[in-house]
């Protein structure tokens, strides 16, 4: 008996290939079923998310003819009539096992070391265990590999560091306030990622959120969906009093804030504390008024190079997370209980 | 174990916050990235044998450790010690003690330097409850400046981190810069409450014919740094003094506070050491610091 996986990833197939072969939740208990009867899998489980689709299987078969097995399956299932070759990947113990780790670690993931497929995985496992599709030892590798997961999380810091614009926004809010729950938002410019920035923002905490723009109408549709309020787009250095942290995304050809304008403004703040994030392009705050006193002015450039960092950071991490797997993965090996197990359930 | 004094073990504790000041740099070099518990153990063992140290001290004189330089300095080291141990179990606050650390074990070697502790007499001039308040208060005052001047390094740091768009600001373990500078004003008005207790006390102290309390150059000295730490405190609350300016006064009123404390002592006429005189002093110096030759004899 040996855990094999096939599957198609971000890494293999692109995206109209992966939702030609993706799983609907609900379909996932019969495909099993279906893979169990054929003798392929004595024991089985699917996992589907929109970067990849994989079989995990216990078989009795050897490697080649259940990777045909499965592939052949994975075709019929989902009545393919293209060609697979290199868009699927296959791999026997102990690479299936070290994959295994790896997707619940989030090492495979597109954001490395990202923690929702640690709960697809999961959800993936307990239908099968639900359906009765898992036994011994595919119960043993998912619960090793959600072990192996959480330890790598608190071991490493694969998961540390904001790797997008706003979550680097986010970041930086939270060293320099306490609270964000008691600062206040001005959203100048009503673009995407200002949008985005400000969710971000809500998501830890922020309550009150101010927008405005030139079109009054999409500052007003942003204030609605933001559940924050629209001011005139000339009225907002009045706003200045009140906010802490300004987000600003205009097409303004030059620079709408700058020293001058700021340094009354921060008067009147009594020195508040106020974080600045510029992500127009072309700038639409004079990078001067960082020289002000509590000011902390970031523009696009100095959030993508946080991202990057932690990227880089993590990317670093990953070479003590796979020293971490290698080891869990040869101490299950050579675990007596899962290599002699053949028994269900 | 009667060889083993309390400046024996004073001496154990500088060495502990010696290797919590190594462990330190390490920690900064690192940018407070790993947020583990050695470097509070190893203040901590250092705090709890600067206690034993000043317990053998205060039991030796039947009173509060405080009546010369090397006790005043070790009592404050004992307020910083024990406050920074406090508050490093505050969230995102363990890294305090490698900012106070440093500062521990510089002062610790100076006041271990032997002109420091003159012996006392068999009965120390500074005994007696308003004494000892007036004593302690101001040094725990000292102790709060201390920390806050600690605080304010951290925020100094993290400040400038995040100003010069440095990646550390983000990837240390440090707390968030209004909460640091939440916590030096807190520290600072403690100081304050403090040192004006201890201020209060002082002047109900007796003292000789003639001698004037406002007319004494530590008394004066303390007044300075009040007035000092009262201005930083009302320009930052009131008038809207920025961050940074207010942890530089800070840092810098404590430097000021720790270049001047004993130099002081030196110019007051109130607290000059009464000692012994010169046959009395090695008695003294022996019933002080090994009592068990006293039960011996």
Redesign the interface.
Known sequence: MSVVVIGLSHRSAPVELRERFAFADETIPVALQALRDSGIASEAAILSTCNRVEIYTDTALAPEAAFAGLKKFLVDHHAFDGSLDEEVYTLAEPHSLHHLFKVAAGLDSMVIGETEIFGQLKDAYELAFAHKHTGARLNKAFQRAFNVAKHIRTATNIQRGSVSVMSAAVELAEKIFTALSEHEVLIIGAGETSEKTARALQSRGVKKITVTNRSPERAAALAAELGGRAVPFDQWPAEFERIDIAISSTAAPHHILDRATLEPLMRRRRNRPLLLIDIAVPRDIDPAVNELENVYLYNVDDLQSIAAEYLKLRQEEAARCEKIIAEKVAALLQANKFSTTDGHR | MAWFTDRHCFLLAVTFYGLSTIYSVFLWRKGF?RDDWVNYILLATGVALHTLAMTKRGLSLHSCPVNNLYEATTFLLWALGLASLAYALLPRFKFICAFAAPLLFTVGIFALMPSLDPPHGLKPEFSGGLRSLHAATILQAYGAFGLAAVAAMMFLV?QRD??I?K?R???SFL?????LE?ITTRLVAVGFVLLTIGLVAGSFLPRKAGVSYFADAKVLWSALLWLAYLEALVAHKFF??????FAVGIVVAFVFLLLTFGLTNKFSTLHQDNTPPATNNVVAMLVTRHPSLVTQQ
């Open positions: 990235r993290e995040l100003k768009h990646l600001a983000l990837l707390p968030s810069i209004q909460r939440l809207g003094r920025p961050a940074r300016r």
